[in-house]
Each structure stands twice: as structure tokens, then as C-alpha cells.
């Protein structure tokens, strides 16, 4: 059986992991890198790094993180922010990263993804999508980090990305974002079952139910979480457990990379 | 020795490798098979690109024959798909004919990519699985999967809407449809008993 996926995701800006981390056994918690080599030890089935550097002029921070990661990581992980052409995409794949993500530049330019798609295949290119369900009960897609409206629609504009060549979307809802409270379940329905790709939902992780819910009610594939991971406060097996015993399917050994050679 | 013909996964291939502890010599001419102790075939994309960039650097015979010559092969994900007869991937391309079968899309009714964690069911004892136990979770990520003729190679397949083909051992050749170098420590453990079967000192 297919596993459902917990994917944790860090802020980056140059270079340093924002959004404060809190890990007493690590030296630097700042430092990416050592973050995500903790959580691979920790059992989280995925990574995202997105990079919120206001000026993606000079990437060698990201590549070097890139870099380094794929040096001491051994699971998938995903790289995105200011990716705006082939070019930039190829530079993180060549420097590890397994996929990269999008957002603001694919409504911008929407065959972007099929550029990407084409050029380095479908598994590797991941549309993020930021969405508000309106007053009206609209789901409408929102760019440049949430803050500017496009008059799109959620579930079309999803529909759109997996024709052009997208192999996965990653979902945040604007309404849930940040309140720790709850996925949003109508949304992410709405566009899991729009698609015939997987489906990660995001925004308003607080604790192993909502992952629970996102997965049976929302019917996603994957969950992603920042910040009820970075305290400390919810281990990632002690959440995977639970959502076992709901009935999911969870990858749960957790082989220690010392123990196998 | 690790094979280069532009290949997606070729840095991540390349590391695991050397985290279990070997010195990978990585080439793109087919000359550099001839010393090699073993030789691991990368790949993600698709089968098309795959096929016209080992024809281009003059790949194919030469895998042919090493193979042929039993000597120790891995083919990883499109390192795997690239030596069935032929893959439907795009239309109908004409593979490298190292094992029998087709390569065919995954039935509807599931979400494709199968991209994920899955559970990897072991049929027969391998040198490969050392130390893995039964039922551990790999990584993949693939829309297409191989329907083997010869059902006796698969030593070991995961369920996805259908029984599909996760690892192939034929002799001294084996091919997995997952990603090692991204399935965690079991997946490491993959490239390490690989190594150790085929390596005097297990270093590669």
C-alpha cells in the first residue's frame, strides 16, 4: 500500500532557516541542512525547501544549501522560490534537489510548466498553489506569497497546471495558513478530486488529527507542516502513530542510517 | 563504475554510493565498462530520451554485452525500464532488449505519478534485501512500470492498483523500479549489498 507522505517544510532567506527553531540537540538550528539531516533521522518521508531571499539575483546561497543537502540527506526533497525559467530550475536539479516547485511565476507564465515538464519530466516539477475561499464561497488563486488576487479560480487553475505537465500540487490555503487550526478541508477536496495527481495539502498544521483529516476528509496524499515540527512539541513518529491507528497508511520503520552498514 | 549519458539522478546516485562507502568512477564511454568491477545504470524521465541518449554516446551494444557477459549490472528506476524490450511511454520505443517484457502504463483509477513510499513485498531470499527486512518502505516515483515476461525475475514487487515490478535479479544483473539513493537507510542498504556481493572489498 501506498503511504500517505508528511513533508516538513523550512522557510529559507539567505541561507538561514527563518521562523525560529527550536532544537536543543542541534549546534546551529539555523542552518537548514542540519534541520533536514535531523528530520530524515526523525522519519519524515520528504522536505521542502522554499527560499523567501528577497533578491534571487545571486543563488550561490541556495545552491550551496542544495548542495550540501543532497550530500547528507537520502530522501526526496523539493527546492522552490524565485524560480522563474528552465534555467533556474535546471540549477537546483543539477545540484540535487529532486524537484522544484513554482507559484507566482507559473500564472504568470504558465508554459513554464510545461517547459520544465518536457525538459526534466513531470515527476519533478510541483505547482504550488496558494488559494482563499472568498466570502462568496469562490476558491481563488493568490500570488507573490499570498498577498495579490488573480481572479483564477483554485480547481481550474489546478486542472490547468496537471494538463501542462505539473506532477504534483501543493496546496495551501491563505484562510488556514498560520492559525495552526486545521487544514482547509473543502479546498483541498475540491482540488484532490479535481486531479489526477497527488495532491499535498498545506496550511494550518497544528497537530496529528488535522493530518488525519486532510487525508480522509480532504483526501490528500501528502501533509505538509513547518512549524508544529520545529518546536519539538509533536515528534514525527508520535504523529505517524496516530495516524496509523486511524486507520492510514504510514511508512513507520525508521531505520537508523548507522544500523545498516 | 556509475554510467553518465545526462541522466536526472546521476549526483544522487553517485552519493549514496559513496555514503556505503565506495569511490565510484563515473563515465560516459563505453571503453570505461570494460575495467569496471560493476556498473550502475541511473535514470528518471522518459524512456524515449533515455533510449536516444545512450544510442548517441553509443551505449547500447556495449550494455548488451556486459550484460550478456553476466557481469554485475543496477539499473535504477529508468535504469531498470531502459532494459525491457519495449515501453509504451510516449508511443511505442524499442528498449534494450536485456529483459523480456514491455514496459506499460499504470492501470487508471489511482493518482499517477505513483509517487511515495510504498511497500515493497520480497518473493524469494537475495543477497540484495541482506539485512532489509520484508515489507520496508521504498521511494517512487514512476507513471509507467514493466510487465516482465519472465515472472521468475522479479524477486520483489509492490502493489499499486496492480502487481508492480519493484526489483529484478537475473544472475548477476539487478534492476530496482524505486530510488535507493532516496529511500532512507534500507535504501542505502540496496547499493551496499550490491556492492558487497560484487566487490572483492566492498568498496567498489
Known amino acids: 500500500m501506498l503511504t500517505k507522505r508528511i513533508i516538513a517544510c523550512f522557510d529559507v532567506d539567505q541561507g538561514r532557516v527563518v521562523k525560529g527553531v527550536s532544537f536543543v540537540e542541534l549546534r546551529d538550528a539555523g542552518d537548514p541542512v542540519e534541520l533536514a539531516t535531523l528530520y530524515d533521522h526523525e522519519g519524515i518521508d520528504e522536505l521542502v525547501f522554499l527560499d523567501i531571499t528577497a533578491s534571487h539575483e545571486d543563488r550561490s546561497t541556495v545552491v550551496d544549501m542544495v548542495r550540501r543537502t543532497a550530500d547528507r540527506v537520502f530522501i526526496p526533497f523539493t527546492v522552490g522560490g524565485g524560480l522563474r525559467s528552465d534555467g533556474d530550475m535546471m540549477l537546483m536539479l543539477e545540484s540535487g534537489a529532486d524537484k522544484i516547485t513554482i507559484n507566482t511565476a507559473a500564472v504568470e507564465r504558465p508554459e513554464l510548466i510545461s517547459e520544465g515538464a518536457y525538459r526534466f519530466g513531470s515527476q519533478c516539477i510541483v505547482v504550488a498553489i496558494d488559494a482563499r475561499t472568498e466570502p462568496d464561497g469562490s476558491m481563488q488563486v493568490y500570488t507573490h506569497g499570498g498577498r495579490r488576487p488573480t481572479g483564477i479560480d483554485a480547481v481550474k487553475w489546478a486542472r490547468e497546471v496537471v494538463e501542462r505537465g505539473a506532477g504534483e500540487i501543493m496546496l495551501t490555503s491563505m484562510n488556514t495558513d498560520g492559525h495552526q487550526d486545521g487544514y482547509d478541508i473543502p479546498l483541498t477536496r475540491a482540488v484532490s478530486d479535481a486531479v489526477g495527481v497527488p495532491v499535498i495539502a498545506s496550511g494550518g498544521a497544528g497537530n496529528a488529527q488535522h493530518m488525519i483529516d486532510a487525508i480522509t476528509e480532504g483526501r490528500a496524499d501528502a501533509v505538509l507542516a513547518a512549524s508544529i515540527f520545529h518546536f519539538g512539541t509533536h515528534p514525527i513518529m508520535d504523529v505517524k502513530r496516530q495516524m496509523q491507528a486511524a486507520g492510514i497508511a504510514m511508512r513507520m520503520e525508521h531505520a537508523d542510517y548507522d544500523d545498516v552498514f | ?204
Open chain 2, 1 to 204: 563504475m556509475i554510467l553518465d549519458y545526462g541522466a536526472g539522478n546521476l549526483r544522487s546516485v553517485i552519493r549514496a554510493v559513496e555514503r556505503v562507502g565506495a569511490k565510484p568512477e563515473v563515465a560516459s564511454v563505453a571503453a570505461a565498462m570494460d575495467d569496471a568491477d560493476v556498473v550502475i545504470l541511473p535514470g528518471v524521465g522518459a524512456a524515449a530520451d533515455t533510449m536516444r541518449n545512450l544510442r548517441e554516446r553509443g551505449l547500447v551494444e556495449p550494455i548488451r554485452e556486459y550484460i550478456d557477459a553476466d557481469r554485475p549490472f543496477l539499473g535504477v528506476c529508468m535504469g531498470l525500464q531502459a532494459l525491457m524490450t519495449v515501453s509504451e511511454e510516449g508511443g511505442e520505443h524499442p528498449c534494450l532488449d536485456v529483459l523480456k517484457g514491455r514496459v506499460v502504463r499504470l492501470p487508471e483509477g489511482r493518482k499517477i505519478p505513483h509517487m511515495g513510499w510504498n511497500r515493497v513485498r520480497q518473493h524469494r531470499l537475495s543477497p540484495l534485501f541482506e539485512c532489509i527486512p520484508d515489507e520496508a518502505h521504498f521511494y517512487f516515483v514512476h507513471s509507467y512500470y514493466c510487465d516482465m515476461a519472465n515472472p521468475e525475475e522479479v524477486v520483489a514487487s509492490t502493489e499499486y492498483g496492480t502487481d508492480v515490478t519493484a526489483v529484478v535479479e537475473r544472475g548477476r544483473l539487478a534492476a530496482t523500479q524505486f530510488h535507493p539513493e532516496k529511500s532512507g537507510a534500507y535504501g542505502l542498504r540496496i547499493y551496499r549489498n550490491f556492492l558487497l556481493e560484487h566487490c572483492a572489498n566492498g568498496t567498489g
